[in-house]
């Protein structure tokens, strides 16, 4: 088992940054693939982000290519996804999860551990 702790979220204006953090516990976090997940309102819950257990390779959404960086520090068993130029469209609960499967690394399907989320809120 694999807890997770998302941390960071708030109301910020379109253009600015958050830094979201996760805090894992439980079994050995650093064998996990770590993803970024959001979802808004009445929508389906989307891939955002996701780093290998590594941290040698990283995905992104198309949505938040260049404007966001996934990273991870498995001595201290936190992950990190750091978010700049926000547009009101980000605005969403984000979750980290960590993917214990083989499927893909953009489905929400891989991933058996989540957070229970943290909200990010962008005003225009």
């Known amino acids: 088992q694999v807890q997770l702790v998302e941390s960071g979220g708030g109301l910020v204006q379109a253009g600015g940054s958050l830094r979201l953090s996760c805090a894992a516990s439980?079994?050995?976090?650093?064998?996990?693939?770590m993803g970024w997940f959001r979802q808004a309102p009445g929508k389906e819950r989307e891939f955002v982000a996701a780093?290998?257990?590594?941290?040698?390779?990283?995905y992104y959404a198309d949505t938040v290519k260049g404007r966001s960086t996934i990273s991870r520090d498995n001595v201290k068993n936190t992950g990190n996804l750091e978010m700049n130029s926000l547009k009101p469209e980000d605005t969403a609960v984000y979750y980290c999860?960590?993917?214990?499967?083989?499927?893909?690394?953009?489905?929400?399907?891989?991933?058996?551990?989540w957070g229970q989320g943290t909200q990010v809120s962008v005003s225009s």
């Open positions: 439980g079994r050995s976090f650093s064998r996990y693939v």
């Open positions: 780093i290998s257990w590594n941290g040698g390779s990283t």
């Open positions: 999860a960590a993917r214990n499967s083989g499927r893909s690394i953009f489905d929400r399907d891989a991933y058996s551990y």
